[in-house]
Nanobody, 123 residues
Framework: QVQLVESGGGLVQAGDSLRLSCAAS????????MGWFRQAPGKEREFVAT????????YYADSVKGRFTISRDSSKNTVYLQMNSLKPEDTAVYYC????????????????WGQGTQVTVSS
């Protein structure tokens, strides 16, 4: 029922910023959590941030706290990830996802996924 499309990735230098967008189609209920995950070469897919659709409560991985900000615009059915002070270790494919069950930081808790957008941070 939900389709997700990410955009905004690119190649930047360490210390720069990027803003990722996730456009959602289909019906999104107020109980849904929208999240961002990332997967680097040779690494498992890991939790980055999530937000509740109705109340806007946010949760972040320790590795991005203070640098990344997740937000939403319900009128546009869009979720954003503002990434500041980027580091080479942030290089990964970033995925948008919609959660329906389980813990918010576990990939298996999310039922819908976008195709991902590449973020590359050079030193």
């Amino acid at each position: 029922q939900v389709q997700l499309v990410e955009s905004g990735g690119g190649l930047v230098q360490a210390g720069d910023s990027l803003r990722l967008s996730c456009a959602a189609s289909g019906r999104i209920f107020s109980s849904v959590y929208m999240g961002w995950f990332r997967q680097a070469p040779g690494k498992e897919r890991e939790f980055v941030a999530t937000i509740t659709w109705s109340g806007g409560r946010t949760y972040y991985a320790d590795s991005v706290k203070g640098r990344f900000t997740i937000s939403r615009d319900s009128s546009k059915n869009t979720v954003y990830l503002q990434m500041n002070s980027l580091k080479p270790e942030d290089t990964a494919v970033y995925y948008c996802a919609a959660r329906s069950r389980g813990s918010y930081y576990v990939p298996g808790s999310y039922d819908y996924w976008g195709q991902g957008t590449q973020v590359t941070v050079s030193s």
